[in-house]
């Protein structure tokens, strides 16, 4: 340092003016400091409302003090922090949700299966494995066609791909698979937009019903051919008087139509003369569930008297009588009209 | 027996002639300070507002926490209205 320059630096420290220019270029600094603390809490802000889901902070509307006085990051910390609370509680109450669906997945006596849009399993139920699926088998993500129909092509009345087709649910009577029948209800799940995400498909094995229900239409069909070959004139009445059966030798008897039975009653075809004879029978009947031999009198569709003998008997149900059976045969023109 | 429950106190708050974000962060700001009392029902919260936008950020943050809101139309703008959620 030269002579000059050293006799400058002394005079300008005792002056202050180094202090002075120390001073303003550390206050400069500072200041510098400070503006990059502000952009770095108004980018963290902004970044923090951009995940609440709003705009980014106009500089206009909050200058930097303002910023620092509001505390927009301690406001948005704490209401993150109830928003974890809330998702918390919601967890609890999905994953309690969840186990009461396992339960009743779990309890349920019929076959449950979920598919996606794509056909593919994604769950089911214990009972749906012993209805449809090999112990140990793996199926999830599987088509549901392979695994429970055993063809990689849906069927064409896949109930899945009605559901697909139609968007709502819909119920099946006696599915045939393999032997075995089931009733189906199927279910789609919709996401917020309507598209379908999942389809629920309850299977309900009803073979052993299918098989009685023949086997009693069968019986029925046999005993119907042999009433409708009686001599007899065969009538079943519910305990309101109207007639739930006739044979054909009573409608020929009387000269109805098969069509015309549902609308007739009991007292359409007791001749007046007998009428109070008969409903006291009918009355003692319904009370007492106690049947007999009776005589009476019917009237034909064109008014002309038949004289009968019978038998009656009442079948009840829980202590109350559920129809009445009658057998009659023609009993000459005896004009009588008694028990 | 039954418990009569007390209608629950509504504060209202008139934020007309601010803009979103700040709409958004007082109401945030009310909601963390009344958090209890909006727990157990004992108030309500209403921000008078004629920001639209803040008709949508205020109800989604405040679904996200967990509250019911209900927005009204009212002569001079809307009334956003916070409750316990349900």
Redesign the interface.
């Known amino acids: 340092m030269k002579l000059g320059e050293k006799l400058r630096d002394v005079v300008e420290n005792l002056s202050g003016a180094n202090e002075s220019r120390r001073l303003v270029a550390e206050n400069e600094l500072l200041r510098e400091r400070e503006r990059q603390a502000h952009t770095y809490v108004r980018s963290k802000v902004n970044q923090l409302l951009r995940v609440m889901g709003t705009l980014p902070l106009r500089a206009e509307e909050l200058d930097d003090k303002t910023l620092l006085d509001l505390d927009p990051i301690g406001i948005i910390a704490d209401a993150f922090d109830q928003v974890l609370e809330h998702l918390n509680d919601t967890n609890d109450k999905l994953k309690l949700a969840n186990d009461e669906i396992q339960a009743i997945l779990t309890a349920a006596n019929v076959g449950i299966l979920v598919v996606d849009a794509e056909m593919k399993v994604q769950a089911f139920n214990p009972k749906l494995r012993e209805m449809f699926l090999p112990a140990g088998m793996d199926v999830l993500g599987s088509t549901c066609s392979k695994v429970l129909c055993g063809q990689e092509i849906p069927p064409p009345d896949c109930t899945f791909a009605k559901i697909m087709a139609c968007k709502i649910g819909l119920q099946r009577q006696e599915w045939a698979l393999k032997g075995r029948n089931y009733d189906v209800a199927a279910a789609p799940i919709k996401n917020k937009f309507g598209e379908i995400t999942h389809v629920v498909l309850v299977y309900n094995e009803v073979t052993d019903r299918k098989r009685m229900m023949e086997s009693l239409q069968e019986s029925e069909e046999m005993f119907r051919t042999l009433l409708d070959n009686s001599r007899d004139m065969v009538q079943g009445v519910t305990p309101d008087g109207m007639f739930l059966y006739v044979n054909r030798a009573w409608r020929q008897a009387l000269g109805y139509g098969e069509d015309e039975i549902d609308r007739l009653s009991i007292h359409d075809i007791i001749h007046p003369d007998c009428r109070e004879h008969c409903l006291g029978f009918f009355n003692t009947l319904m009370a007492t569930g106690r049947g007999g031999e009776i005589d009476a009198v019917f009237v034909a569709r064109d008014g002309t008297r038949l004289p009968v003998r019978g038998k009656i008997s009442c079948s009840l149900k829980d202590g109350k009588p559920l129809v009445t059976c009658g057998i009659f045969h023609p009993a000459g023109e005896t004009g009588k009209c008694m028990e | 027996m039954d418990r009569e429950q007390k209608a629950p106190q509504v504060i209202e708050f008139d934020i007309r002639g601010q803009?979103?974000?700040?709409t958004?962060?007082i109401a945030?700001?009310e909601?963390?300070r009344c958090?209890e009392q909006l727990h157990n029902g004992k108030v309500q919260l209403a921000f008078k507002t004629d920001n639209r936008?803040a008709t949508i950020?205020i109800p989604?943050?405040a679904g996200?926490?967990?509250y019911g809101v209900e927005v009204r139309h009212v002569d001079d703008g809307y009334l956003v209205v916070i409750e316990r959620?349900h």
């Open positions: 803009l979103c974000p700040a958004l962060l945030l700001k909601l963390n958090k936008d950020t989604e943050a996200n926490m967990g959620g």
